[in-house]
C-alpha cells in the first residue's frame, strides 16, 4: 500500500475518533488490578465474576453493578441485564430481584437499564448472544442460575459475538455454575468487612462497600493474586484502600 | 315439561346441567368472533338466558354490500358454527332486539324501516319483545295488552305508576325511540387493517405472508395519520368460531413495515414452537390492530458524528429490544419504573417496553442512599438479639447460619399503620455481609417485635 494512502488513513481514524485511544479495556480505577487484568475489565470479551461462597453471591453482583456503573460512565448506551429466570421469578429466589433505588446509590442509572427475564436456559443463551452482538450498549450483565452455564460452543460463540460487537459482558455465575471457560478473566468475589464509620452509636456505622478480589485466571497471563478492594460510589470507582488502612477491624465485644 | 316425562316420551334423550357461567363465556367469545362485522359489539346482559348479541353496524353495512346482506351473511356463517340465528337491523338497540326475537321474517335477517313504519312493526309484537322481567310481562297480559302497540296506547304516567319507569323506557326503546348505550367486549381500537381471504388459510408460512401483508398495509395506514404503534396485535378469526390473538411488541413507537413483519414473523413462530397454533378448519380473516399509537415527531437527521454515533446505538438497543420482547414476550423485557410510594416493595414498578416509556426512573437521592440493590419478594423472618427497647441488632439467625452485626445503620422508620411500622437498619455482619433487616412494630407498643431480613448487598 503506498505510505501517502496509510497516512491518511491515520489521519481520518483519528479525526473520527477524535484523538481518543480506541478502548480496548475499561479500567476499574484499582491500578494494581488493572495492571494484573492488562489495563482494566476487557471491551469485547467476557469477565466472569463468581462468588466464593453461596453467602457471597450478593457481594459478588454488588460487584458487578460497581464495574458497570463505572462502564455507563464512560460509555454511551444502555445497560442491559439478562437473568436466567427458569427458576421463577429473578436471578435467585434466595436473593430476590434487583432493586431500582439501590442500584442508583451505586451510580448505575435505573433509567439506563433493560431488564431481560429469560424464561428457560436456551432462552438465556439465546439472548446473551443477541445481546452480546448488537453494537453500542455500554455493557451486558448476564446473571446465570446454577444450571445455567454454557457450554463451550455457547460460551465460544458469546465471546466471539462480544469481540466482533465491542461489548463488555460480565457474566455473574451462582456458586454452582459451570465455568465460562473461553472468558478473559475470572474473578472470584468475598466479602470482606468494611472500615467502619465511627458514628458515636453503640455499633458503628457502614464504611464504603469492600471485597476481596481473587483473580483466579487471566487470558494475558497473569498469575493467580489476591486484591483488596473499595468502592467509591461519588466517582464511580474501585480502588485500594491505603495499606495501612488495610487491616480487619479489631474484633468487637458486645456490650452486655 | 319435567325431566321424566320427556324421558317417558325419548327414552334415549340426552341430559346435562344448565351452565349458565359457561354460556356466558361462549356468548362473550362469539361476541370477540362477531367482531369481524363491527367492532362495537357486546352481548345482551341484564336478562337470565337471553342468548344475544348487540351490534353497533353504524358505517359497517357498505363493506358488506348493504344491511340486507351484511344480515345475511350473519346468518348463513351462524348457521355454519351450528348455530340457529335470527337477526335484525332496526334504529335502536331495542327496537332491533324486538325484531329478531319475534318478526318471523327475521330468521333470514330483517332490516327494519325507521320512523313511524318502525312503530308499526314493533307494534304488532307481543309484549315479551320489550326485554323485561317476566313478572312485568305476564301483569301486562293479566291487563289484556298483549302486544307492545296495545301497551304504547297507554298513558305513560299510568303505565308507569302501575309498573315502574322500566317499562316506559323499555317501551321508548323498543319502538325505536330512546337510544342505549351498548358496551363493546373489546376496546375501541384507533388503527385495524383486515384482510379477508377467500380460501382459510391452513399453513404457518401462508399466516406468515398474510401477517406480513396486513402489518405492511397497517404501516401505510399510520403513515397517513404521522403516527407509530407500539405494539400489534394480530387476531386470526378461524372458520369454526374462535379468534387467536398475538400480541407483538416494540420498544418505541415506529411504522417500519420491515421490522414489524419481523416482530410478528417472530411471534407465530414462537408461538407455533410453543403451545402449538391450532388453527382448526382454517383462517378466514386475518386482521392486524394497533391499540395504542402515538404520534411521531420527525427525527433530525444529525450531521454530528458523536450525536448519530448515539442515535445509532439507540436504534440497535430498540432493535435488541424488539427481537427479545417478540421472541421471549412483551412482559419479559422491562425497565424500572419509580412510583412515590414509601412502602419499599411498591416503590419500584416493571414496565413491558412495549406498553409505554417509564414515567418517572430516578429515585429520590436521599432514599435510594439507604437502600440494598437485591429486595426479597417477600420479608423473610429472623431470630434477632437486639438492643432494648430499640437499638440495632446484635446477633441474628437467618436460614440456619448465625450472623454477628459489626456495623449498623439506622432505624429508617417507615410507617405501614399501628402495629405493622418498620424499622430498617442497613447492617453489615463481621465477614462484611450486608443486609437489610426491619423491626416490626414500634418498642413501647408491641411487646415483642419481629425481626426480618427484606433485602441483602445494602
Not at chain 2, 121 to 136: C, N
Request: glycine content about 10%; hydrophobic content about 45%; proline content about 6%.
Amino acid at each position: 500500500m503506498r505510505p501517502d494512502l496509510t497516512a491518511l488513513r491515520t489521519q481520518i481514524r483519528a479525526i473520527e475518533t477524535e484523538g481518543r485511544p480506541t478502548l480496548s479495556c475499561l479500567p476499574t480505577g484499582a491500578d494494581r488490578l488493572d495492571a494484573a487484568l492488562g489495563g482494566g475489565l476487557a471491551l469485547g470479551g467476557v469477565t466472569e465474576v463468581v462468588p466464593a461462597a453461596f453467602m457471597d453471591e450478593p457481594a459478588s453482583l454488588h460487584f458487578a453493578f460497581a464495574c458497570l456503573a463505572k462502564a455507563l460512565h464512560q460509555r454511551s448506551g444502555d445497560l442491559v441485564v439478562i437473568e436466567d429466570a427458569s427458576r421463577g421469578q429473578g436471578w435467585g429466589p434466595a436473593w430476590g430481584q434487583l432493586y431500582g433505588p439501590g442500584l442508583q446509590k451505586l451510580g448505575v442509572c435505573p433509567s439506563r437499564i433493560l431488564l431481560v427475564r429469560a424464561p428457560d436456559v436456551k432462552g438465556f443463551h439465546a439472548c446473551v448472544e443477541d445481546a452480546a452482538r448488537t453494537f453500542g450498549l455500554a455493557g451486558i450483565l448476564a446473571l446465570s442460575g446454577p444450571k445455567a452455564g454454557f457450554s463451550l460452543a455457547g460460551a465460544r460463540r458469546v465471546q466471539l459475538a462480544a469481540e466482533q460487537a465491542h461489548s463488555l459482558v460480565l457474566a455473574v455465575q451462582g456458586l454452582r455454575t459451570s465455568a465460562f471457560a473461553p472468558a478473559r478473566a475470572r474473578l472470584v468475589i468475598a466479602s470482606r468487612p468494611c472500615r467502619p464509620v465511627p458514628l458515636g452509636t453503640a455499633l458503628p456505622g457502614l464504611g464504603p462497600p469492600a471485597w476481596r478480589l481473587h483473580l483466579e485466571r487471566a487470558r494475558n497471563g497473569a498469575r493467580p493474586q489476591s486484591f483488596d478492594l473499595e468502592y467509591d460510589d461519588a466517582t464511580h470507582s474501585l480502588y485500594q484502600p491505603a495499606t495501612l488502612a488495610n487491616r480487619s477491624p479489631q474484633p468487637q465485644r458486645l456490650s452486655a | 315439561m319435567m325431566l321424566a316425562g320427556a324421558k317417558a316420551l325419548v327414552p334415549d334423550i340426552c341430559v346435562a346441567d344448565s351452565d349458565p357461567v359457561g354460556e356466558g363465556d361462549d356468548l362473550t367469545a362469539l361476541a370477540r368472533w362477531a367482531m369481524r362485522w363491527s367492532p362495537y359489539c357486546s352481548p345482551v346482559k341484564g336478562l337470565e338466558g337471553t342468548h344475544a348479541l348487540f351490534l353497533d353496524i353504524t358505517g359497517c353495512a357498505h363493506l358488506f354490500g348493504g344491511e340486507a346482506a351484511m344480515l345475511a351473511d350473519m346468518v348463513i356463517k351462524m348457521r355454519a358454527l351450528g348455530l340457529i340465528a335470527r337477526a335484525a337491523c332496526a334504529a335502536t338497540p331495542g327496537a332491533a332486539f324486538a325484531l329478531a326475537r319475534f318478526a318471523p321474517e327475521a330468521r333470514h335477517g330483517l332490516s327494519a324501516p325507521d320512523g313511524a313504519a318502525l312503530r308499526a312493526l314493533v307494534g304488532a309484537l307481543p309484549v315479551e319483545a320489550l326485554r323485561l322481567p317476566s313478572g312485568t310481562t305476564t301483569g301486562l297480559r293479566a291487563l289484556g295488552l298483549k302486544t307492545i302497540g296495545q301497551v304504547a296506547t297507554q298513558s305513560s304516567a299510568a303505565l308507569a305508576r302501575r309498573f315502574g319507569i322500566d317499562l316506559v323506557r323499555a317501551l321508548d326503546r323498543a319502538r325505536g325511540l330512546e337510544e342505549e348505550a351498548i358496551d363493546p367486549v373489546a376496546e375501541i381500537i384507533p388503527r385495524r387493517i383486515r384482510l379477508r381471504l377467500a380460501e382459510p388459510l391452513m399453513t404457518r408460512h401462508g399466516l406468515e405472508l398474510a401477517g406480513a401483508k396486513a402489518a405492511g398495509e397497517m404501516c401505510t395506514l399510520l403513515d397517513s395519520y404521522n403516527e407509530g404503534a407500539r405494539r400489534l396485535v394480530l387476531n386470526l378469526y378461524r372458520v369454526d368460531g374462535v379468534v387467536l390473538q398475538l400480541v407483538g411488541g416494540s420498544g418505541r413507537a415506529h411504522r417500519d413495515a420491515v421490522l414489524w413483519t419481523k416482530v410478528l414473523c417472530e411471534r407465530i413462530e414462537a408461538e407455533a414452537n410453543g403451545a402449538g397454533l391450532d388453527l382448526g378448519f382454517g383462517v378466514d380473516l386475518v386482521e392486524v390492530c394497533a391499540p395504542v399509537v402515538e404520534v411521531l415527531e420527525g427525527q433530525v437527521m444529525d450531521l454530528d458524528p458523536v450525536a448519530a454515533a448515539a442515535l445509532a446505538s439507540a436504534d440497535a438497543l430498540h432493535r435488541l429490544a424488539d427481537r427479545l420482547s417478540a421472541r421471549l414476550g412483551v412482559g419479559r423485557v422491562t425497565r424500572m419504573e419509580a412510583v412515590a410510594h414509601w412502602v419499599p416493595e411498591q416503590a419500584v414498578r416493571q414496565v413491558a417496553v412495549a406498553d409505554r416509556r417509564p414515567q418517572v426512573s430516578h429515585f429520590p437521592e436521599a432514599l435510594a442512599a439507604r437502600r440494598p440493590a437485591l429486595l426479597l419478594e417477600r420479608a423473610e423472618p429472623i431470630d434477632a438479639i437486639a438492643e432494648v427497647p430499640d437499638g440495632p441488632p446484635r446477633l441474628f439467625r437467618w436460614r440456619a447460619l448465625a450472623f454477628k452485626v459489626a456495623c449498623a445503620e439506622g432505624p429508617e422508620r417507615i410507617a405501614c399503620g399501628e402495629a405493622h411500622d418498620r424499622d430498617y437498619y442497613r447492617i453489615e455482619t463481621s465477614e462484611g455481609r450486608r443486609f437489610w433487616l426491619y423491626r416490626q412494630g414500634l418498642p413501647g407498643k408491641v411487646d415483642h417485635p419481629k425481626w426480618y431480613v427484606h433485602g441483602s448487598a445494602a
